[in-house]
């Protein structure tokens, strides 16, 4: 049987909601991969140090035995000062930053973005080496917002040369290539977007499980986004966006935006990669070594081998819902040690 | 009281279904237009006299004492003799040509259009008069099949100059330019994509009950739609497409396609059309002299008098929710004479 072993896979671009939802949905990532970056777009946001202390604690709890590190983030404010940076930064990894109203929980997001009113806490972050994670999308037309914020990344580029700034869950091709532009941005991608395009989500049935934002794109989308996946751009990591939403919030009349991956994440990488014939070693660029040069983060090792046997993926999990529910894929996980 | 009166408002193109869903659909349209052309795809399509008679009788049945006529259509296929299309002429207004798997109940439809395949059906159409309407989409990109299609539209139109050909729920601008290109060329154009893009099904929550194919195209495509119905041109006409399906099969893991608008479609095209401030004039084009003029029918008067007074859309009719289901709308039907 063949295998495939990953050594320390990251998620770097991660949703654990709280609650009961946290309690589901966190075992599942711990269980596969060594660490993640956790989103805080809670309600309310997380925007305060004892809110990153006992995210933390929940986090801890309800991961339970799994060896796993949550990398937290703060919910960025253009009223942060560097002092208050100061003081949470041994309890972050990054802040993100929510255009407002663009997702789910993202109401208290940035509006204006003019650089100027940004600049203090850009320019306390740039100071402090704090990475800034953006869901990149305008209030335009649906298949248009990412593709229009791009010229919003390259003046916080150019702006602020030493922040880094990563565009979260890329879905275009000029996402792709503003990449090689700027020395300072970098990009996570997601299994889905990197497996389906909007004729998944609306080309035949429409499929609320397929639905997310930024939305599935064009085919010459998804091809820009394998070509730097598949050949380990060193400045492109995995980050699964795995966004748990219960059953009933999907299945309605106003279906809520996000795709669960979480627990079939790995399963489908190793399926992609080989399938495409790519090096093994761009795969552990992508799923490790390119987020722990550019985050600068040593994580302990795990090692996770994936195996060339069906698995069937659940119908539902909790009252999550997984991408392929019901559906046979073609990788599972092996040993984790 | 703000009112307008539409001088025998047509549907020319509308689904009633069959068995309960038509008990339930045929009165809503039946009471406030005064006829309407009604699609073949039930399951099995209308391929037969047999059906079609049978079919008229079941319509008149469901639509009950209102004064309306249903003008039924056959479901193309490439193997119909001209003794055949003889035979039924009396009882058809049209034959319906779906591409095969495009849309609702289109399996045995058309999947190779090589024009010489098709000719012998079609030559005996054209010699009997017969007009051909099309549900243009290729099998390709979601946003770009019926942009795609137009090149089939335009072989279709030279190949049988005589042949009126109706490009059915038209989306696009590709689409509206095609028009004016080809004598022999109309449209029909639903009240929601007048109204509604992407954004509106895709761009906030996923709208599944905003959700049909052709799918809502882009802003500038509207604008395009808007341009030529609300100018009154005279190659279009009113069809609004009106798809029921069960509430279970739109809030579900895959969603049915189709707009449910059969009850407020009139009060949405009248609170439109007053909106722009377009011409009485050409909303009596759109909604009745045009259809009249193209497919040379003559049905009885009927008068609908709108009002401008708040409707409050019903959640759902039967087991069918409309769109805007709950939501309030700004013109009301008053007296039908």
Chains 1, 2 share one sequence.
């Not at 209030?139 to 580029?157: K, P, T």
């Not at 748990?244 to 795709?259: D, F, I, L, R, Y």
Request: aromatic share 8%; net charge negative.
């Amino acid at each position: 049987m063949k295998t495939i072993t990953l050594n320390t896979p990251l998620d770097m671009h991660l949703h654990l909601r709280d609650n009961d939802m946290l309690q589901t949905v966190a075992p599942l990532t711990a269980k596969s991969f060594a660490a993640a970056l956790v989103m805080p777009n809670l309600v309310p946001p997380i925007t305060t140090k004892e809110q990153l202390k006992s995210y933390a604690q929940r986090i801890k709890i309800a991961q339970g035995e799994e060896d796993f590190e949550a990398h937290l983030t703060l919910f960025f404010q253009p009223t942060y000062t560097k002092e208050f940076l100061e003081e949470v930064r041994e309890d972050i990894i990054a802040l993100k930053l929510y255009p407002a109203g663009i997702t789910t929980n993202s109401d208290g997001g940035v509006s204006n973005f003019d650089i100027e009113e940004l600049r203090p806490t850009l320019s306390a972050m740039s100071e402090l080496g704090i990475p800034l994670c953006v869901h990149g999308e305008t209030n335009g037309f649906v298949m248009e917002r990412e593709a229009e914020f791009v010229s919003i990344y390259e003046q916080l580029a150019s702006a602020f040369p030493n922040l880094k700034i990563i565009m979260e869950h890329i879905t275009t091709k000029e996402s792709v290539e503003a990449l090689d532009k700027y020395p300072n941005l970098y990009a996570t991608i997601t299994i889905h977007h990197l497996l389906i395009t909007l004729d998944d989500v609306a080309g035949g049935m429409l499929q609320p499980h397929l639905f997310c934002k930024p939305i599935a794109k064009r085919p010459i989308d998804r091809e820009a986004l394998r070509r730097v996946a598949l050949s380990g751009h060193p400045k492109v990591m995995f980050g699964s966006d795995s966004a748990p939403h219960p059953q009933s919030a999907k299945e309605s009349c106003g279906c809520a935006a996000g795709v669960f991956t979480a627990p079939i994440a790995l399963q489908l990488l190793v399926e992609l990669f080989d399938k495409e014939g790519a090096d093994r070693e761009n795969l552990q660029k992508f799923i490790s070594d390119n987020a722990k040069n550019i985050y600068g983060i040593h994580p302990k090792e795990k090692r996770v081998t994936l195996e060339q046997k069906p698995f069937q993926v659940p119908p539902i999990y909790g009252n999550v819902v997984p991408m392929y529910a019901g559906e046979e894929i073609g990788w599972s996980i092996g040993l984790v040690e």
